[in-house]
């Protein structure tokens, strides 16, 4: 493999990862854009995504399923599963909690991401022949693959371009862009972004505060529905605690973008992927270390810049 | 709390009560003893938790990996594959001070961030300790963890390794020790600091309090706690364990022993180690051992007690945080200042 070709090899590895991370990281950053909560939960709620879409691919046939009938099953079910879930978490965890200090929300979110772990790992350790990697509850499940890794470039290539990859980048960038439309053009979307500026101002205008709020949860719990369903197909294995690793990295990525910044989270996002898929792929024995790069970075950015890259955020209440 | 008198007598003596059960209890066996050792392990970490968390109002989400650094400097001084071999006190000594100083390290760039990316920064610094502890395995034996580590003991008595009575009141001692060393922190002119740090910073700054420098003092003698505690555990155990057994779920369980029991005090704290730390490794692991022995766990995952952990800890910190925030036993002084106008400014 040449250097260009390599060069040519991390670049689609990391962009595939980083869009996936980006849908994950776009949850993040919209609620603590709103209510300044960092909401522990949504890696979770991506996680237990997983593992409808998992059960329902494989009550309906498995590998034999075709990714055309199986893809249009999947988002028309799990996002509406991940929505309702996001949504409930805010009115049961968040909401009677709104006034108090942040860090009490901040512990009630952890407390939500345990009880969601626990329930994917039981829902893992369901009697369903679904469920392959054994009998343990609480062991990696594998996703059926219904994409094969054909070469799109041609069997002689060394440069590796499977469907999957061209199917990460079909279903998220059009949904970004939707979202900046929705954000930045529609009378729901003016009302989200006066709430994050000023929500007693918003309140006094006469929106309906909670009602943004909740949208706000909605949308971010579907975007991590449709991120589950192509995280289960990109990698091909969920696993229970999965959420706590996708969220640090979604979250990670919204912070170095600047959180509360949609354009910025997709940018932290899409750099974060490119730093794991160097990781992973050309530095040697980087795959153990990816998560210390990723953490450090995390930290790096919020000690020196914690305004992120892209640092629109500027605001700060007292 | 109520003005039943019962309850008052309750809530004034349980802790008498509670000293003379844990003096007299290793008499009937050393069973009840072998169990209860690791809660006050647990109640020692817990312990240096709240200096930082409950009287200085820093979240901290790493507090396992103060547990696992000292655990393994623990191991390092003392395991018999290094030269140095230094015995069980002086080990101990050793581990407070690295616990102390990785406390300082992290809180020098740290003290400048509001409280919820503080929580953060300390998340990633127990991930990114973790991380290095597993992979630096030319040093730390990876995943197979360091031993066997000195076994605790007592100066100028010596008794048979098989005996557990001695480590069980040697523990006791440490605990209270320790108890001890925070209630009279507490009172002192430093925690009357870190109070006032926590409640207000702005006041607590015009009144000449130097919040960056409580806050550093705060983190060292936190960590240094929970080091200690991660040491005194290593040498229970005999090893250092592993690395992943000090990941982010070990530290919100730290963080579930501090809540529960009411932020900011150290009875609390020694309560919250009783329940949380005694649920999960008496009530549920023999809970899971008899249903095993009658045969009614079978393959069934949920008919399982030890694999509702998480979702209990996660229960309790959700429910406290919306119904009981301040905890069982909320500290005496938890409204600010600022609530009592007359007398805000005449104590510092």
Known sequence: MTTTELIIQLLITGLANGLIIALIALGYTMVYGIIELINFAHGDVMMLG?????TIVGLCGGEQLSPWIALPLLFLTVPFFTAGLNWSVEKLAYKPIREAPKLTALVSAIGVSFVFIN?????????????GGGGSAASAKSFPDLFGWSNLLGEQSAVLLTPRDVMVAAVTIPLMIGLTFFINRTRMGTAMRAVAQNPTAAKLMGIDVDRVIGLTFIIGGALAGVASVITALYTGSIHFQMGYRNGMDAFTAAVLGGIGNLPGAVLGALLIGLVRAVMEGYVPNGGQWSNTVVFALLILVLVFRPNGILGSRVREKV | MSDHPTIKIIARFWPHALLAIVLVLPLFGDAIATKLTPIMVFAIVGLGLNVVAGFTGLLNLGAAAFMAIGAYTFAICTVPIYPFQIGFWPGLGVA??????????????????????LAIVTLGFGEIITDVLKNLDAITKGTQGLNPVAAPEIPFVTY???????????????????????????KSRLGRQWIAVRDDELAARSMGISPARTKLIAFAIGSGL???????????????????????????????????????????????????????????????????????????????PSNWKFMIFGLALILMMRLRPQGLIPAQDVEPVTQKPATAGATP
């Open chain 2, 96 to 117: 407070i001070m690295v616990g102390a100083v990785a406390g300082t390290i992290l809180a020098l760039p740290a003290m400048r961030l509001r409280g919820d990316y």
């Open chain 2, 160 to 186: 048979s390794i098989s005996a557990y009575k001695p480590t069980y009141y040697l523990y006791l001692a440490l605990l209270l020790v320790a108890i001890l060393l925070c209630h009279n922190m507490r």
């Open chain 2, 226 to 304: 929970c080091a200690f505690g991660g040491a005194m555990f290593a040498s229970l155990n005999g090893t250092s364990i592993e690395p992943s057994f000090y990941d982010f779920q070990q530290s919100v369980v730290i963080l579930c022993i501090v809540i529960v029991g009411g932020m900011g005090n150290v009875k609390g704290v020694i309560l919250g180690a009783l329940i949380m730390v005694g649920f999960n490794s008496i009530i549920l692991v023999n809970l899971t051992e008899w249903m095993t022995r009658n045969g009614w766990t079978g393959n069934n995952v949920l008919a399982t």
């Open chain 1, 119 to 131: 329930i994917g790992m039981f829902w893992g350790g369901l009697p369903m022949d679904v469920f």
């Open chain 1, 50 to 54: 997983c593992f409808l879409a998992l």
